[in-house]
Every structure is written in structure tokens, then in C-alpha cells.
Nanobody, 123 residues
């Protein structure tokens, strides 16, 4: 199983980026998927999650209203649209697949992780 995240980069504050994560090796139509982020010296932080059907989403308060998570089960992908980016959004972003179908914020629920993609927001 492999999760390949892409779409990170350098953007000015107020700008937008779209992260994508493609899963291969098996399908995850029954699993929730999520995005986390991490900065040096800090623990991995929950960003957003989406249920297996896409019908339920959850967001960290810090990104609510600015980020949108979506999934395409036919393509085995999860995306994160990030708008109105702030300097404090700078981090390495990881996609992950949950062991359950419902959304979870705890990293321990997630069985598979991507390699991470760097997002840098300049102020």
C-alpha cells in the first residue's frame, strides 16, 4: 500500500493550494481518510477528515471555513483545497487512511500514511 501526496509548495499569505493524495495497492472505499500536518518539534496535528462515503467531514478549528476536504473513490484519492492561507499553516502535510469508516481526529486511528508534502506560506 502506498499513499502519494502532492501539491505542496510555496505560496504567499492569502493564496491557495490544492493537495492531492493518491492511494495504490488496494482500495479504500470503506475507510475514512484524513490530512494531518506537522512542524519541527511539534506533534502531528489533525487538519481534516472525510468519511468513507464523503458524507461527513470534520475540520480543525484553525482551518474551518478555509480548507475543504474531498475524495474520489473511483480514483482512490483524497484532496485538500486550502484557501486564505496563513503563515501558521506552514507545515509538512500528510495524508492518511483510517482503519474505520467514520471520521476520527486521533492519529492512532490511521493505519496508512503518505510521505508528506511541504507547504510554506510566506507572510
Amino acid at each position: 500500500v502506498q499513499l502519494q501526496a502532492s501539491g505542496g509548495g510555496l505560496v504567499q499569505a492569502g493564496g491557495s493550494l490544492r493537495l492531492s493524495c493518491a492511494a495504490s495497492g488496494r482500495t479504500f472505499r470503506s475507510n475514512a481518510m484524513g490530512w494531518f500536518r506537522q512542524t519541527p518539534g511539534k506533534e502531528r496535528e489533525f487538519v481534516a477528515a472525510i468519511s468513507w462515503s464523503g458524507g461527513t467531514t470534520d475540520y480543525a478549528d484553525s482551518v474551518k471555513g478555509r480548507f475543504t476536504i474531498s475524495r474520489d473513490n473511483a480514483k482512490n484519492m483524497v484532496n485538500l483545497q486550502m484557501n486564505s492561507l496563513k503563515a501558521e499553516d506552514t507545515a509538512v502535510y500528510f495524508c492518511a487512511v483510517s482503519a474505520r469508516g467514520s471520521v476520527d481526529r486521533g492519529p492512532s486511528w490511521y493505519s496508512y500514511w503518505g510521505q508528506g508534502t511541504q507547504v510554506t506560506v510566506s507572510s
